[in-house]
């Protein structure tokens, strides 16, 4: 089955403690992209990759770093999580093409940071 | 940089009723617009897209959108609203120009009453 998968589905942890959620896809897409959903103000772009070793930063991507060594996965790390980084997080990918294609989204990763 | 603003973070409709939602962009380059649906406790999934060509968009599930240049508008409607259809609404714009970076709007939760 064509799908996005991330772990943790929940994590509670506490500040300071260093973290990575996974993300993994098998649909072979070149794009994948990080995103925070917070209450009231909607999905906000963290980190995208267009492809293998090349990233660039969305619209907020303080306090986060990624990485994309291999095609199908592309990590979020949070070195030192704070409690503003509590939110609710989706990785997706999409194929390349001329133009942009959808969005394939994962199941989404519930953070909560003490 | 582009931006969108999603009119009404909730709208009640009646069973059989015309959904509309509204979104308004800004873009300095022609835009990319879509909208995706989110429904309880899942990821997001496309609805539909605008690139280039015909300015009225088919979706899945009956939904259709307009762009329209002139009023920087790509209001989502459904002629009849069916309870399925309660579920959170997001429009989302990237440039054509720079297309891995995509913003999303607030949301726009949609509430479908007998």
């Known amino acids: 089955e064509a799908q996005v998968t991330q772990n943790p589905r929940y994590l509670i942890t506490v500040t300071g403690k260093k973290l990575t959620v996974t993300c993994s896809q098998n649909m072979n897409h070149e794009y994948m992209s990080w995103y925070r959903q917070d209450p009231g103000l909607g999905l906000r772009q963290i980190y995208y990759s267009m492809n293998v070793e090349v990233t660039d930063k969305g619209d907020v991507p303080e306090g986060y770093k990624v990485s994309r060594k291999e095609k199908r996965n592309f990590p979020l790390i949070l070195e030192s999580p704070s409690p503003n980084q509590t939110s609710l997080y989706f990785c997706?990918?999409?194929?390349?093409?001329?133009?942009?294609?959808?969005?394939?989204f994962g199941p989404g990763t519930r953070l909560t940071v003490l | 940089a582009q931006s969108v603003t999603q009119l009404g973070s909730h709208v009640s409709v009646s069973e059989g009723a015309l959904v509309l939602l509204r979104c308004n962009y800004s873009?300095?380059?022609?835009?990319?617009l879509f909208w995706y649906v989110q429904y309880p406790n899942q990821g997001l999934q496309l609805l539909l897209k605008?690139?280039?060509?015909?300015?009225l968009v088919k979706g899945i599930n009956g939904f259709e959108a307009e762009f329209k240049k002139s009023e920087t508008s790509f209001h989502l409607t459904k002629p009849s609203a069916h309870m399925s259809d309660a579920a959170e609404y997001f429009c989302a714009v990237s440039e054509s120009d720079s297309w891995g970076k995509l913003q999303f709007g607030a949301g726009t939760q949609v509430v479908v009453t007998p």
């Open positions: 605008y690139t280039t060509g015909a300015t």
């Open positions: 997706a990918s999409s194929p390349l093409g001329q133009t942009i294609n959808e969005q394939f």
């Open positions: 873009s300095s380059v022609p835009p990319y």
